[in-house]
């Protein structure tokens, strides 16, 4: 499971551009799928572009390393995803 930035065009269509900083949707979007997935399958940061040094991706890291963290050790009992989100 790879987590990007994305760009959102004029349209509204969503491209997964790999150059930009992690949305908090994307982020809201690993806290509601986590839960429910094999925890086998890796968790990755993936950016190919826009560098700006290595601060900004570590706290990508450590911001996604929490969510799954978060879930290593309890019981889930309602899936922690916004009602403004739809699937």
Same mark, same amino acid.
């Given at each position: ?11 509204? =269509? ?32 993936? @950016?190919?572009? *826009? =560098? *700006?040094?290595?601060?900004? +991706? ?6 996604? @390393? ?6 290593? *050790? @309890?019981? +889930? ?9 739809? +699937?």
């Amino acid at each position: 499971l790879h987590l990007a930035g994305h760009q959102v065009l004029e349209d509204g =269509f969503i491209i997964d551009s790999h150059k930009d900083a992690i949305s908090q949707e994307v982020y809201d979007l690993l806290d509601y799928i986590y839960p429910i997935i094999d925890k086998d399958v890796p968790v990755l940061l993936e @950016r190919d572009g *826009n =560098f *700006n040094g290595v601060s900004p +991706l570590v706290e990508e890291l450590h911001k996604i @390393r929490d969510i799954v963290q978060g879930y290593q *050790n @309890r019981t +889930l009992k309602t899936l922690p995803f916004s009602a403004k989100h739809k +699937l």
